[in-house]
C-alpha cells in the first residue's frame, strides 16, 4: 500500500505557473499509474493527466495539453505536475491518485474509478 501527499498549491495569478508535488510513502512506488486530479466543490473529480509506471507514455486532458507536464522520478517517489498559462477556471483542490499495476503493464489510467489511493489534495487558486 502507498500513501500520497500532495503539495506545491496556492495562489498565483492569471498566466501564472505552478509545480505540484506527490510524495509517496510506502513501498513499491515503481509499480505504480499514477494520476492527477481536480475538483470543484460541488462537482465530481476531473481527469488532468496520467503517467505509467515507468513514465515513458503520458495523457492529458484537453484543457491541460500544452500547458501542464506530468512526471515522475521514481529514484524520490515522487510524481510532479508543471502547470503553465494557468487560467482562473483552473482553480481547483488537486488531488494526486495511484493504482498499482503488474510489472508488465504500460498502461495510464484516466478515470478516477481506477485508482484506490489518493492523496489528500492542494488547494490552487488562480486570480483574475
Known amino acids: 500500500q502507498v500513501h500520497l501527499a500532495e503539495s506545491g498549491g496556492g495562489l498565483v495569478q492569471a498566466g501564472g505557473s505552478l509545480r505540484l508535488s506527490c510524495v509517496a510513502s510506502g513501498r513499491g512506488f515503481p509499480n505504480y499509474a499514477l494520476g492527477w486530479f481536480r475538483q470543484v466543490p460541488g462537482t465530481g473529480r476531473e481527469f488532468v493527466a496520467a503517467?505509467?509506471?515507468?513514465?515513458?507514455?503520458?495523457n492529458y486532458a484537453n484543457f491541460a495539453e500544452g500547458r501542464f507536464t506530468i512526471s515522475r522520478d521514481n529514484t524520490k517517489n515522487s510524481m510532479f505536475l508543471q502547470m503553465n498559462s494557468l487560467k482562473p477556471e483552473d482553480t481547483a483542490v488537486y488531488y494526486c491518485a495511484g493504482r498499482m499495476v503488474s510489472p508488465f503493464e504500460d498502461s495510464y489510467y484516466t478515470s478516477d474509478e481506477n485508482y484506490p489511493y489518493w492523496g489528500q489534495g492542494t488547494q490552487v487558486t488562480v486570480s483574475s
Open positions: 503517467i505509467t509506471r515507468g513514465g515513458g507514455r503520458t
